[in-house]
């Protein structure tokens, strides 16, 4: 049914749009400046037209036939059984995947019966939706045809429809944000306050433990297991993990820009840009794989050979791997903010007899400050947020340390370790993920703020 309504539409949208150009041709007959808008305004107001409609009839049709078509397959069943939420939902799987040719055991006469009728009004009803979506685009394609004329003003028509569209997709975004905000918040009050969460912590023990040991003992003979919610081992650890990423990006990734925005020929630079940038489109769990078999053993043997004891992961060997990964987001943004500093401040430089080492120090940098701290922030924030790297780098142990050579762990590590398989999301171990992603979220905010207050500090405007 989808492929044939997107035919259809891309079809019917098209034609609209050469016959809203040609009418509009035809109506100015060869006096085109008479027409108050372009001949192609009218095309895509006639395109407009036809694309709606049919959007409409589509998206309000297809959930009704879908629910027509598993009314009549519930329909063969029991009263009973259609109020019992589990053996409907049980009854409408195997009844679509009987009527898809998927289901493995043997049916049933009811079930049989309830495919086929599922498969029957769901065929009809698909038709039908895609006859009232074709009746409806060539309707209005109809009408936008009759609207055409010298002093229509079609180019308003577009512009608002635009204007309509890019406000629908901030509002989208926006409230996607805060619907992932309140979800958390509210999974993470739960944590806090539902008195039928048993071993939950108070929040001043989450956010200043010591120890983080969400695990509880499941049968007698595992003995006592100390549950522990201490948040502050996770926020070490993604810290120190974060600190020796920007250690290693922050020189390479500023150096590297500064290389390509001032020294490098331009042949130099449209090769070594692409090639670094590169290293932002390698996935995680590749980089992941390079930490744990190459890096990690480098730096134990390096740890070795001068009496040191570093474990099999640690947090160095994510660190540098992590850093290696957000090298193109220094580079490449910082590279765009010191190119976009005008001319004229080189030459003006240039002609008081400094340097190019000079300018770019004293002139230069300062005035790309605000892009070049963006820049950093950003990186900082893409490391925060990393996982994959820091499960096969630095491991899942909690430990508060600040010594780079253990093995350490971060939020989003323990968020995805709680998270895997099934989950029951009335316990405080579930729950416990959710606390993490709220309060990691507000310490990714608080970065922002920051950033936020130096770009506005050090900006200045130039002409």
């Known amino acids: 049914m989808a492929y044939q309504f997107f035919a259809a539409l891309v079809l019917l949208v098209s034609t609209a749009y050469v016959v809203g150009h040609r009418r509009a041709l035809s109506v100015a007959a060869g006096r085109l400046h008479d027409l108050h808008s372009l001949p192609a305004y009218h095309g895509l107001f006639s395109a407009i037209g036809v694309f709606v409609p049919m959007l409409a009839v589509f998206v309000l049709g297809a959930p009704l036939v879908n629910w027509m078509a598993q009314s009549a397959a519930l329909g063969n069943f029991d009263a009973a059984i259609q109020a019992d939420p589990l053996q409907r939902s049980v009854i409408l799987r195997d009844a679509v995947s009987l ?26 009803g698909n038709w039908a939706v895609l006859g009232l979506s074709i009746a409806a685009g060539l309707a209005a394609l109809a009408a936008a045809f009759g609207t055409i004329k010298v002093p229509f003003r079609a180019r308003k028509h577009v512009e608002r ?21 309140f979800s958390v918040a509210f999974e993470t009050y739960r944590f806090f306050f539902d008195p039928a969460i048993k071993g939950k912590p108070s929040v001043t023990s989450f956010l200043f433990g010591l120890e983080w040991n969400p695990q509880a003992a499941m049968r007698a003979d595992q003995g006592a297991i100390s549950t522990a919610y201490g948040f502050v081992p996770l926020l070490v650890g993604s810290l120190l993990i974060t600190f020796i990423a920007i250690c290693v990006a922050g020189p390479l990734g500023l150096f590297s820009a500064i290389f390509l925005s001032e020294y490098a020929s331009q042949k130099v630079r449209a090769i070594a840009k692409p090639i670094l940038e590169i290293l932002a489109g390698i996935p995680t769990v590749v980089l992941g794989f390079f930490a744990a078999l190459t890096v990690a053993p480098l730096i134990r043997g390096l740890g070795e050979a001068y009496g040191l004891n570093v474990a099999s992961e640690s947090a160095l060997a994510a660190g540098l791997v992590m850093g290696m990964m957000i090298i193109p987001f220094i580079s490449s943004l910082s590279d765009d903010v010191i190119t976009a500093v005008p001319q004229s401040m080189r030459d003006g430089s240039y002609a008081l007899g400094a340097t190019k080492s000079e300018t770019i120090r004293q002139v230069l940098l300062p005035a790309a400050l605000p892009g070049i701290v963006s820049a950093f922030m950003l990186a900082i924030s893409r490391a925060i947020g990393e996982t994959m790297i820091v499960v096969m780098a630095a491991g899942l142990a909690a430990n508060l340390t600040l010594n780079p050579l253990e093995a350490v762990t971060t939020i989003t590590v323990q968020i995805k370790t709680i998270l895997v398989g099934d989950q029951e999301f009335d316990s405080a171990k579930t729950l416990a993920a959710f606390a993490l992603g709220f309060v990691l979220f507000f310490v990714t905010l608080l970065l922002n703020y920051i950033a936020l207050r130096i770009v506005r500090k050090y900006r200045e405007q130039y002409d």
Do not use: M
């Open 161 to 181: 429809f635009t204007k309509i569209v890019l406000g629908a997709c901030a509002v989208v975004a926006v409230l996607t944000t805060i619907g992932i905000v």
């Open 99 to 124: 009527a898809k040719g998927q289901f493995g055991g043997d049916a049933s006469p009811e079930l049989q019966q309830a495919a086929a009728d599922f498969k029957s009004v769901l065929a009809n």
